[in-house]
């Protein structure tokens, strides 16, 4: 799939979500077979994730680095990335890793988007929910 068509896919599965009040999805090519995707979605109760996803796009979509912050104003509620954090390394999903707002460091759960809605399933928001096993981020 080419990434100008999963950045759509992705753009309009968000956009298709009622709690969702803006998008600004952005995309690079990086070729010969890779991206990266930006962006922020704002939510009806003031509060935003950010996003930034480093792709590789052929023979699927499969994604190398991430990171999802999750705010309200300034404040962070979470974050989750894969980056080669040495505060993390202690962690069995090292480098997989979440930030809370004490500054703590935990353990990642296998479910991201699940920290942002309980029932993640019914937003049908998939992209953003990653195969541990793989790194491979599943579209709808």
Not at 14 to 33: D, G, H, Q
Not at 108 to 133: C, F, G, K, M, T
């Amino acid at each position: 799939m080419p990434l100008k068509d999963h950045v759509a896919a992705l753009d309009a599965l968000i956009a298709s979500t009622p709690f969702v009040t803006s998008t600004s999805l952005s995309y690079e090519e990086r070729p010969p077979s890779a991206g990266f995707i930006t962006g922020t979605i704002r939510f009806i109760d003031n509060s935003q994730l950010d996003l930034k996803q480093f792709l590789i796009i052929q023979p699927g979509v499969q994604v190398i680095k991430y990171g999802y912050h999750y705010r309200m104003g300034e404040r962070l509620i979470f974050r989750y990335d894969n980056a080669n954090d040495p505060a993390a390394k202690q962690l069995p999903t090292f480098p997989r890793h979440k930030h809370v707002a004490t500054g703590r460091m935990e353990v990642q759960n296998r479910n991201r988007i699940q920290a942002v809605h309980p029932h993640p399933r019914s937003l049908r928001l998939s992209p953003l929910d990653e195969d541990h096993e793989t790194n491979t981020s599943r579209i709808g």
